[in-house]
């Protein structure tokens, strides 16, 4: 929707500022890197990001790709605490016998 909504007018906005021009033109040239960086922030609203991303020239295949990539390490990152917590709520139960669950 950004893209091909919005496009044109941001075009328009950045012809007046030059640093925001120098900024979309380094996204088109080495957009992937900065879009795996910032998908790797947990502070960044991914709606947002998804956003403005799509207002900038990076390519489709180059937001794609980098996108399924940096979601791996949150993936893991989450698999990985749900393990401990069980392993915790496990502990727990066994102990008293009832059963207690952790929320993470």
Request: hydrophobic letters at 45%; proline letters at 2%; a positive charge.
């Amino acid at each position: 929707i950004g893209r091909h909504l919005l496009r044109e007018s941001v075009t328009r906005w950045l012809e007046k500022h030059k640093m925001w021009e120098a900024i979309d033109r380094a996204i088109q040239r080495d957009g992937w890197q900065l879009a795996f960086l910032l998908r790797l922030a947990p502070s960044i609203n991914c709606t947002l990001l998804n956003y403005a991303l799509s207002l900038t020239a990076i390519s489709f295949a180059q937001y794609f790709v980098v996108s399924v990539l940096a979601t791996i390490p949150g993936i893991c990152l989450f698999v990985y605490l749900g393990s401990v917590a069980k392993n915790i709520g496990d502990s727990f139960s066994e102990k008293d016998g009832s059963n207690t669950y952790v929320v993470a």
